[in-house]
């Protein structure tokens, strides 16, 4: 089983930054399928950012392509996710989640909160 651990939420401004942290422990990072989720307040989890399968790219939602990026360090076995021009409908509990290649995401961390004031 692998523990993911989120960091780095906060409220911030209008148009500012932060970047989210994800560490990983339990299993090798580079065993792993990574990506980000978020809640909104009353709507359903929804993917920010993932890795394919074979983890030569990464997919970002349409909302946020352009502002946010993901990357990891496999070293320090943590996830990230740089968030740029953040806008109050950025604001929602973030999650990381892991998968083994070719399955589901089965593992998750408890989630931190980024609130966006405008």
């Known amino acids: 089983q692998v523990q993911l651990v989120e960091s780095g939420g906060g409220l911030v401004q209008t148009g500012g930054s932060l970047r989210l942290s994800c560490a990983a422990s339990?299993?090798?990072?580079?065993?792993?399928?990574m990506a980000w989720f978020r809640q909104r307040l009353g709507k359903d989890r929804e993917l920010v950012a993932g890795?394919?399968?074979?983890?030569?790219?990464?997919d970002y939602a349409a909302s946020v392509k352009g502002r946010f990026t993901m990357y990891r360090d496999n070293a320090k076995s943590t996830v990230y996710l740089q968030m740029n021009g953040l806008k109050p409908g950025d604001t929602a509990v973030y999650y990381c989640?892991?998968?083994?290649?070719?399955?589901?995401?089965?593992?998750w961390g408890q989630g931190t909160q980024v609130t966006v004031s405008s």
């Open positions: 890795e394919n399968q074979i983890g030569d790219s990464i």
């Open positions: 989640a892991a998968a083994l290649r070719g399955a589901s995401y089965n593992d």
């Open positions: 339990g299993r090798s990072l580079s065993t792993l399928v």
